[in-house]
T-cell receptor, first 115, second 112 residues
Framework: NAGVMQNPRHLVRRRGQEARLRCSPM?????VYWYRQLPEEGLKFMVY????????ESGMPKERFSAEFPKEGPSILRIQQVVRGDSAAYFC?????????????FGQGTRLTVV | GIQVEQSPPDLILQEGANSTLRCNFS?????LQWFHQNPWGQLINLFY???GTKQNGRLSATTVATERYSLLYISSSQTTDSGVYFC??????????????FGQGTILTVHP
């Protein structure tokens, strides 16, 4: 049973370009979460998705960031017109359900560098 | 929202020493997990422990939910234990549904 798969592992973008980060959850998991870790900081929740639905996007910046989890294929975190402050590690997690007695498993992260 | 505080912020040990890391949280929780972020940045699940005690090799953890804290014990530390240890909780309140709130972490350095 493969773990949570994220790609790419490292991504370099110039200011103003778009960044697309992909996350394939563990087999049997239908809940996906994205977290961001800024340099020297802890991890902050961004968005929680189920298939074709955004459940909670309270941690997403209001502009330039979007996320989806289509019926088929991986979850995508999209950052438009990237700026230097977007440089961070982006982690995806998945779980079989939410609520009590639910362990989340994390991918290896995508390290975004904006130059 | 729920607050999570970890202590100590930094810990330096000699190989073979034991240590205790603490996580305090401000409200009732549905879930609590401990993670190790290794020097390569990978987040590794250590324990899923919303209550009770668990052990895995040299590591063990205890959560006392009624008193809102969790402890992670590392015995006979090794250099490979170095990294950052995070505690993360899912609050029991409706606005916390499905999302983990992380503490700031404890940076552990184990010297040979």
């Amino acid at each position: 049973n493969a773990g949570v798969m994220q790609n790419p592992r490292h991504l370099v973008r110039r200011r103003g370009q778009e960044a697309r980060l992909r996350c394939s959850p563990m087999k049997g998991h239908s809940h996906v979460y994205w977290y961001r870790q800024l340099p020297e900081e802890g991890l902050k929740f961004m968005v929680y998705l189920q298939k074709e639905n955004i459940i909670d996007e309270s941690g997403m910046p209001k502009e330039r960031f979007s996320a989806e989890f289509p019926k088929e294929g991986p979850s995508i975190l999209r950052i438009q017109q990237v700026v230097r402050g977007d440089s961070a590690a982006y982690f995806c997690a998945s779980s079989p359900r939410a609520g009590q007695r639910t362990e989340a498993f994390f991918g290896q992260g995508t390290r975004l560098t904006v130059v | 929202g729920i607050q999570v505080e970890q202590s100590p912020p930094d810990l330096i040990l000699q190989e073979g020493a034991n240590s205790t890391l603490r996580c305090n949280f401000s409200d009732s929780v549905n879930n609590l997990q401990w993670f190790h972020q290794n020097p390569w940045g990978q987040l590794i699940n250590l324990f899923y422990i919303p209550s009770g005690t668990k052990q895995n090799g040299r590591l063990s953890a205890t959560t006392v939910a009624t008193e809102r804290y969790s402890l992670l014990y590392i015995s006979s530390s090794q250099t490979t234990d170095s990294g950052v240890y995070f505690c993360a909780v899912e609050g029991a309140g409706g606005t916390s549904y499905g999302k983990l709130t992380f503490g700031q972490g404890t940076i552990l350095t184990v010297h040979p």
